[in-house]
């Protein structure tokens, strides 16, 4: 299964961007998925995640309220609606494909990786 992210860019804070995430093939389609991410010097951390259905949703505490998560089976995509966005957003977002078909934040629950989008918050 490979992944291909996009969407990110440059945008100035309280400004919005909108991730995608294709999958290619529809291994993703009956497994959670969801999104992480790495800033410069830290470790990769959660952000959200959708159960396979899409009827269960969950997001860290530092994006809830701002990032909408979705996915599309019939196109194998998951996407990330991010709003209001601040420069402490700025990271590199990967998406994931889970193990199983729930929602998970644990990073070992994920099977497959994207290879990340940069997505840059200027003050």
């Known amino acids: 299964v490979q992944l291909q992210a996009s969407g990110g860019g440059l945008v100035q804070a309280g400004g919005s961007l909108r991730l995608s995430c294709a999958a290619s093939r529809r291994t993703g389609s009956n497994n959670g998925m969801g999104w992480f991410r790495q800033a410069p010097g830290k470790e990769r951390v959660f952000v959200a995640t959708?159960?396979?259905?899409?009827?269960?949703?969950y997001y860290s505490d530092s994006v809830k309220g701002r990032f909408t998560i979705s996915r599309d089976n019939a196109k194998n995509t998951v996407y990330l609606q991010m709003n209001s966005l601040k420069p402490e957003d700025t990271a590199v977002y990967y998406c994931?494909?889970?193990?199983?078909?729930?929602?998970?934040?644990?990073?070992?629950?994920?099977?497959?990786w994207g290879q990340g989008t940069q997505v840059t918050v200027s003050s």
């Open positions: 994931a494909v889970a193990r199983g078909s729930g929602i998970t934040r644990n990073y070992d629950d994920y099977r497959y």
């Open positions: 959708i159960s396979w259905r899409g009827g269960s949703t």
